[in-house]
């Protein structure tokens, strides 16, 4: 009965996505069914990792990601895992074939958020962002394309860019969680004790600039997954605009979010947008 165990396999890696990421779950809602599922499984995987090293302070990290490691590599050898969400992105990983090189990219990015407190250089920083957030991108758009490898080709340096993009949002809306409770400062040369309007506005144009690139990409990405990183896309923008218009103190003291009713508006333009096919 390995189809059964996969189905509550897949569910789990639903659950797990509505549970940490009410808004990423109502863009994954947006693309077409036949790879819904692959992307809540590649989500699933990430956001396990990613909770390791951020969240689990009561535990050893380093065991406890040394763990999930193995099992990680036994799931990809073996087909199948006893952990649902392994079990799940085994699944997904050799259906689309995604490389190996992009899964240990990621570890290797989450493996650093054990130990690294500081990236002084630029080289560091994109490094990171790389491997904890290009490759997730490029993970997705191998699903996006299902097998087209002129499509993944022709893609891979907008999807990479919004990954980049959406990271970048991230950084700056967690900034006063990842100072203060993690001790992290991941934008090179920038003193958050001291966070000023100029740098602040530097950052923001960094990230404007990836997320043009990354609109490039979805404009030409299938119809089963324009309307769903479209989305995604819209709300990010949104709530890098709400970051622009708050002041850089505020920005340290507090965490910037987009309010569900603001949500669902943007949703309902989105839809519109899509069926217009003004995109």
């Known amino acids: 009965m390995k189809a059964l165990f996969d189905q509550i396999s897949f569910e789990c890696s639903r659950n797990v996505t509505k549970a940490y990421s009410t808004s990423f779950a109502s863009a994954v809602r947006m693309l077409a069914p036949s790879i819904r599922q692959d992307i809540y499984n590649i989500y699933a995987f990430v956001r396990f990792a990613d909770e390791i090293v951020d969240t689990f302070h009561?535990?050893?990290?380093?065991?406890?990601?040394?763990?999930?490691?193995?099992?990680l590599q036994k799931a990809l050898d073996n087909k199948i895992s006893l952990n649902p969400v392994l079990n799940s992105f085994q699944?997904?990983?050799?259906?689309?074939?995604?490389?190996?090189?992009?899964i240990d990219a990621f570890?290797?990015?989450m493996k650093q958020d054990l130990y690294k407190k500081e990236y002084t250089t630029f080289d560091e920083y994109s490094d990171y962002i790389y491997g904890s957030a290009d490759v997730v991108g490029l993970m997705c758009l191998k699903v996006?394309?299902?097998?087209?490898?002129?499509?993944?080709?022709?893609?891979k340096h907008s999807a990479m860019r919004l990954g980049s993009a959406f990271q970048k949002v991230n950084f700056l809306r967690d900034l006063k969680a990842d100072f203060e409770e993690l001790n992290r400062t991941y934008f090179p040369n920038t003193d958050l004790t001291c966070l000023n309007e100029e740098t602040k506005q530097q950052i923001i144009t960094e990230i404007e600039a990836d997320f043009e690139a990354g609109f490039?990409?979805?404009?030409?990405?299938?119809?089963?997954?324009?309307?769903?990183?479209?989305?995604?896309?819209?709300?990010?923008k949104k709530l890098l605009s709400k970051l622009k218009k708050t002041p850089s103190l505020e920005i340290k003291n507090t965490r910037i979010r987009v309010p569900d009713y603001e949500k669902?508006?943007?949703?309902?333009?989105?839809?519109?947008?899509?069926?217009?096919?003004?995109?």
């Not at 009561?58 to 099992?71: P, Q, V």
């Not at 490039?216 to 990010?236: D, H, R």
């Open 264 to 279: 669902v508006g943007l949703l309902a333009n989105c839809y519109l947008k899509y069926h217009l096919n003004l995109l």
């Open 91 to 102: 699944t997904t990983v050799h259906k689309y074939a995604i490389p190996k090189s992009m």
């Open 58 to 71: 009561d535990y050893d990290k380093e065991a406890l990601f040394g763990f999930f490691e193995d099992d």
């Open 144 to 155: 996006f394309v299902k097998g087209n490898d002129a499509k993944y080709e022709e893609l």
């Open 216 to 236: 490039k990409g979805i404009l030409k990405l299938p119809m089963e997954a324009k309307f769903g990183v479209y989305t995604a896309y819209v709300y990010y």
């Open 107 to 109: 570890m290797k990015s």
